[in-house]
């Protein structure tokens, strides 16, 4: 029933609610297994990591390890990682690519 409310007010208002409106941001990755990674996010919690299933993330993107960063946008505004959702995936720089 909430979710319904939720989307009736995203559809009232014209814009989502604070919640649910992406944000792009960095999140690492720290384990891959069984078609699942883990990844903490830190601009929502620097310390969780969260459930990402691998056919979310583009194959174009390669194989990724633990400690490979990412851009995502994400609702980094959500109250618990059930919430969460991620989408538009790319490799994060580098920082010597930053440097530049």
Known sequence: MKKTIIAVQEVRDGAPPLERKPERVVLRIVEHHKGEY??????????????????????SLGKLSPGDHLLADVNIHAP???LLFF?????????AELEE
Request: overall charge negative.
């Open 38 to 59: 883990s990844a903490v996010v830190p601009a929502w919690s620097g310390k969780e990591a969260v459930g990402i299933p691998e056919s979310a993330i583009p194959s």
């Open 80 to 82: 618990s990682s059930d």
């Open 87 to 95: 989408a538009n995936f790319d490799r994060a720089p580098e920082p």
